[in-house]
């Protein structure tokens, strides 16, 4: 597949042809990427766009949407936001199977359907529905949102809320002070959570089986309503699953927080 590359000043849409792989690096604005089942090409589609052209490379199979810097323009944007010259408002349609790589400053980001996911912004909210394989999500003070995923998850907040539900396998969740929400649907998951001062709630299956290990200086750790006693002054509890069946393992550590086990 041929080289093309545009400088996009005014909104319009553009046909990239077939692509594997789409990275999106924007300051400000916002990105949607939805997958289309009946699409065999990938179209962007650019509603607004700031005082700066917004550069679109595609390079064989791969897609590149940002804003390209000289050395110095990124010396500026580093002591001084470039405010809207580099703001842009994109949508993004691929065929199923295309990756999908988006990093934002201060956009907010949206993706549907995606397999093999990451996001990555400062403040802006990321939100992610029916995607599936490896996703991953990280943002320092956005809220981050990841609804019936498929696959394992990798999340890192600082102070925004955490949510991840659906089929879900291995999860990693890190927050500083936001809270986190995981709840599994279909599925016996393992989930690693690490925060200071925000709750961690894990939501099963009724059938499922649980095996908890939670540390903590601390907090308290509530099973189906019941709290569980510590080993140890600060807060340590260790349960073994019991019985025969699908089991979810819950490693947490904790500062000062609940973390908190329904089933059913």
């Not at 089942?37 to 390079?59: C, M, N, S």
């Not at 470039?82 to 408002?89: C, M, N, P, Q, W």
């Not at 936001?178 to 709840?183: E, R």
């Not at 510590?230 to 260790?238: E, P, Y």
């Amino acid at each position: 597949m041929s080289n093309e590359s545009w400088a996009v000043a005014a909104p319009q849409t553009l046909d990239v042809g077939r692509v594997a792989a789409a990275s999106l690096r924007m300051q400000g604005g916002r990105v949607d990427v939805v997958v289309d089942p009946a699409a065999g090409r990938t179209v962007l589609e650019i509603v607004e766009v700031g005082k700066k052209p917004l550069q679109v490379v595609r390079e064989g199979d791969r897609l590149r949407v940002a804003y390209e810097r000289s050395r110095v323009e990124a010396f500026v944007a580093r002591v001084k936001s470039l405010g809207d010259s580099e703001r842009a408002v994109v949508r993004l349609v691929v065929p199923p199977g295309v990756s999908v790589d988006v990093g934002t400053a201060e956009a907010d980001v949206d993706v549907r359907g995606t397999t093999g996911t990451v996001v990555k912004s400062v403040t802006g909210a990321i939100r992610t529905s029916d995607t599936s394989g490896s996703l991953y999500l990280r943002s320092v003070s956005g809220d981050v949102a990841a609804s019936a995923h498929a696959g394992d998850v990798s999340a890192q907040v600082v102070s925004g809320a955490l949510a991840v539900d659906g089929a879900l396998g291995r999860v990693s969740a890190s927050t500083v002070s936001g809270a986190v929400a995981v709840t599994a649907t279909g599925t016996a998951p393992m989930v690693t959570a690490k925060t200071v001062s925000g709750d961690v709630a894990l939501r099963l299956d009724p059938d499922v089986e649980v095996s908890l290990k939670v540390r903590g200086a601390a907090g308290q750790v509530v099973l189906d309503g019941e709290v569980q006693p510590s080993t140890a002054r600060t807060l340590a509890v260790d349960r073994s699953a019991t019985g025969e069946g699908n089991v979810a393992y819950l490693t947490a550590n904790v500062t000062s927080a609940r973390v908190i086990v329904s089933r059913g």
